[in-house]
């Protein structure tokens, strides 16, 4: 009965992302209509998509502390509930400060998010599974972008930009209410469930035995240990990555590559689509070895640097290819390489601290990498503005892809609790 209901659950989760990057794409990809209607430059435009991440960053950390607080199933579905009004509410914006104000609010919105898929994976699935899991979960984020591109492309060719973002609140809405009607936060919450069924789907971490021997670990200590801290950094890297990749490749395309409409939306659809691919890829490769290793932390760990290693490699040669056509390709690699590191992030998290501080250290990794969210597009606005180039701002995320992959080979080790046993193999 749990194993039927945890398939769900996960399937509402890889939903629940998709229609995310349904909202954040769909702003993206109208950008040349929204540059045009507002007469708004490029760094200001740099900073209406940075402000979205002001709001996103500091409910990443709020929303993840709530989620263990109050349990996922509700602030998901309030914060479901917010962020699909605020996304309608975008085209409503008369001025680069009303438009401000919005994507601030939007931003706020959507910041449980991640945190929260994370809780509520941890509370539903089995360690040996997890990775895997959070991997098909988070893998709705690059479908959602995929399906973005065309559908806001073809619409605003058809009938108008701004009626794919009525489309999309209303499919956030009834998401909210499905999720809320029918979604319990943790397995012993059903009805009907025995005890012995429970034994896989309430691992006990390392960490909680100790716990429960001595004092009870407070959340302070797991976030300042090096490999979380550590593992923040890398999420910065990727985040940035992806940052950059959703509010300005579009733009890229359209501005210096010079491509229309129909072509861009088809051409951004490309290292989202082998994005999905290397999502969905990502923790099932690092369950099976460790399955085979018997390695939790190295099975995570490889993965994450050599992916990191690729990506940076891919982005970086993306601000030299010559034709749009080697760029869309090496965008997609370097996208696909750094996706498949993306639930790896999450399931280090998951595997090192006890259940019932996990949503709140997941807030605090992703409120972190999040940051990056502040910088890549303002950074990348002046960037372009100032130097009319996009070449500079590539070879900064290749660069940042690098030391987080460092950070990672070097600093991401297992810690010891306050009784000075080890945690994490």
């Known amino acids: 009965m749990i194993k039927r209901y945890s398939i769900f659950v996960v399937v509402m989760l890889f939903l629940a992302n998709a229609i ?51 349990g996922p199933r509700k602030i998901f579905a309030g914060s479901m509930t917010l962020w699909s009004i605020f996304c309608g509410l975008t085209i409503t914006a008369f001025n680069f400060v009303s438009l401000f104000v919005i994507r601030l609010l939007f931003g706020f919105g959507e910041g449980p998010l991640a945190a929260t898929t994370n809780k509520t994976v941890n509370n539903w699935v089995p360690k040996e599974k997890r990775a895997r899991a959070t991997g098909i979960a988070f893998s709705g984020s690059p479908l959602g972008g995929a399906i973005a591109g065309p559908i806001v492309g073809f619409i605003a060719i058809l009938w ?22 029918f979604i319990k936060d943790k397995p012993r919450d059903l009805p009907n469930v025995s005890e012995e069924e429970l034994k896989d789907y309430e691992p006990e971490t390392e960490m909680a035995a100790v716990s429960k021997k001595s004092a009870k670990t407070p959340l302070t200590f797991y976030l300042k240990q090096p490999t979380i801290l550590c593992t923040a950094i890398a999420f910065f890297a990727y985040n940035f990555i992806l940052y950059f990749f959703t509010t300005w490749f579009p733009g890229y395309l359209s501005m210096e590559r010079h491509l229309n409409i129909e072509s861009m939306s088809i051409a951004t659809s490309v290292p989202w689509i082998v994005g999905f691919f290397g ?36 982005i970086g040669l993306t601000g030299l290819a010559k034709t ?102």
Not at 283 to 309: A, E, P
Not at 352 to 363: F, L, P, Q, R, Y
């Open 20 to 70: 995310n990057y349904l909202d954040r794409s769909a702003f993206s990809v109208a950008v040349p209509y929204i540059k045009k209607s507002l007469d708004i430059n490029a760094a200001e435009l740099g900073i209406i998509m940075s402000v979205f991440f002001v709001g996103y960053a500091i409910f990443n950390f709020i929303g993840g502390y709530l989620s263990d607080k109050y």
């Open 160 to 181: 108008n930009w701004k009626i794919s973002f009525i489309v999309i609140t209303l499919i956030g809405i009834i998401w909210a209410i499905v999720w809320y009607k």
């Open 279 to 314: 999502l969905v890829l990502s923790g099932t490769i690092s369950d099976f070895i460790y399955k085979k290793t018997g390695k939790l932390l190295f099975s995570r760990k490889v993965i994450l640097v050599s992916g990191l290693l690729c990506s940076a490699v891919c």
């Open 324 to 425: 749009a056509v080697s760029a869309v390709i090496l965008m997609a690699l370097g996208i696909f390489f750094m996706y498949i590191t993306g639930a790896l992030y999450w399931a280090v998290i998951s595997d090192t601290v006890e259940a019932d501080k996990v949503g709140g250290a997941s807030g605090f990794v992703h409120t972190l990498a999040n940051i990056s969210g502040i910088i890549a597009p303002s950074v990348t606005g002046f960037i372009v503005q100032f130097t009319g180039s996009f070449t500079s701002a590539f070879l900064l995320a290749g660069a940042l892809a690098l030391i987080g992959a460092v950070c990672v080979w070097i600093f991401v080790k297992p810690f010891k609790v306050k009784n000075n046993k080890q945690h994490v193999a």
